[in-house]
């Protein structure tokens, strides 16, 4: 299996190779298996003004998937955003769309990142007036030091959402580009900077991050600053998404259909009350007022929590009929 891998890799290496300089061709490999879901995570303090955030997703290297962590960079000029990149599905494979600069959003999957980039566009800030403001309403700054701000909290979702990383095929993002997103990929882009390829670089240099290692649940999700894997870093809390704990959750994709949200409410209550009732019927009728407590203690619930790519920017191409368990191919 990592024979295949190596030769897939080899070859990549010899097209890249033979490609001139100043080629705008892509190359990227073409993955049978789907990437695990999105991580949950809290997102790191902004280390200073004039950092963007760039969330976190998986790569793909000779061992299978492998998570790189969300971190702050910053832009390469004034006036530009971050569009990440995203798997699609088209013609039986998982391909990657690279992420890239430019001075509009671009599509990116439909994919729920969080922290401002819900699915569409981004909500995170705005450059004002050459300098960038952050919306402390989804993201982590320090006041002290980061004083362009403003809040918008209508952004803020309050649902469960999904985790799925990855668009089209069989359990994927069914999302196609907005008319504003088909407007942004006709603009100049820029690629990732020599600081967010030394930061995949160096995560695909640790086992750690593998999938197959961390199954799912990367301890570093998150880091202040690219490539720094040591300092400022922030751990997963798995897979499932819950309601946005301030403006630092990437639980971030709000329900359009408010009886959803009632529904939730009323089911939210009524676990509450079964638990009161739960709790009177083990209170003890004498004797030690403690001698339930461990037990009902003990019940607590857990909390709730899937060969460098194609820079391309176009869309996947979507097929009916994408690959089933048994064709899966590492």
């Known amino acids: 299996m990592r024979k295949i891998h190596f030769i ?10 033979a490609m ?24 790191p303090l902004c280390p200073g003004p004039g950092f963007m955030w760039t969330p976190g997703y998986w790569a793909y290297g000779p061992d299978g998937y492998y998570w790189v962590p969300g971190t702050w960079v910053e832009a390469p000029a004034v006036g530009l955003l971050w569009t990440p ?6 013609n039986g494979v998982y391909l990657w769309h690279g992420g890239y600069w430019g001075p509009h959003v671009g599509f990116y999957g439909g994919i729920n990142y969080g922290f401002g980039y819900g699915g569409v566009g981004f909500y995170g800030g705005a450059w ?10 989804v993201m982590h700054v320090d006041p002290r030091y980061v ?5 918008d909290r209508t952004v803020i979702r309050n649902t469960n959402v999904s985790r799925v990383s990855f ?14 997103e088909r407007l942004a990929e006709r603009d100049n882009h820029i690629g990732a900077t020599s600081m967010q390829t ?38 997963s809390r798995g897979t499932t998404a819950s309601a946005p704990r301030g403006g630092t959750s990437n639980a971030t994709a709000r329900s359009n259909n408010p009886s959803v949200s009632r529904n939730n409410a009323n089911a939210t209550r009524t676990n509450a009350n ?57």
Not at 147 to 151: A, D, L, Q, S
């Open 147 to 151: 004083h362009n701000t403003y809040v």
């Open 274 to 330: 079964a638990a009161r009732t739960r709790t009177n019927a083990n209170a003890p009728r004498g004797g030690n007022p403690n001698s339930n407590a461990a037990r009902s203690g003990a019940g607590g619930g857990a909390r709730p929590s899937n060969a460098h790519v194609n820079q391309s920017h176009n869309q996947p191409q979507r097929q009916s009929n994408p690959p089933k368990n048994d064709e899966k191919h590492h």
């Open 167 to 180: 668009n089209g095929g069989r359990g994927g993002i069914m999302a196609q580009p907005t008319a504003q």
């Open 85 to 90: 990149g995203y798997w699609g599905w088209g």
């Open 8 to 17: 897939s890799f080899a070859l990549l290496a010899v097209l890249m190779l």
């Open 128 to 137: 004002r007036n050459g300098v960038f403001a952050y919306n402390t309403a």
């Open 198 to 235: 030394q930061h995949e670089h160096a995560a695909s240099t640790n086992r750690a991050f593998l999938a197959s290692e961390n199954h799912g649940r990367p301890a570093i999700a998150a880091t202040s600053r690219a490539g720094d894997f040591n300092r400022g870093v922030v751990a």
């Open 20 to 43: 001139p300089a100043a080629s705008t061709a892509q190359v990227g490999l073409a993955i049978r298996v789907g990437p695990p879901a999105l991580p949950v995570y809290d997102q």
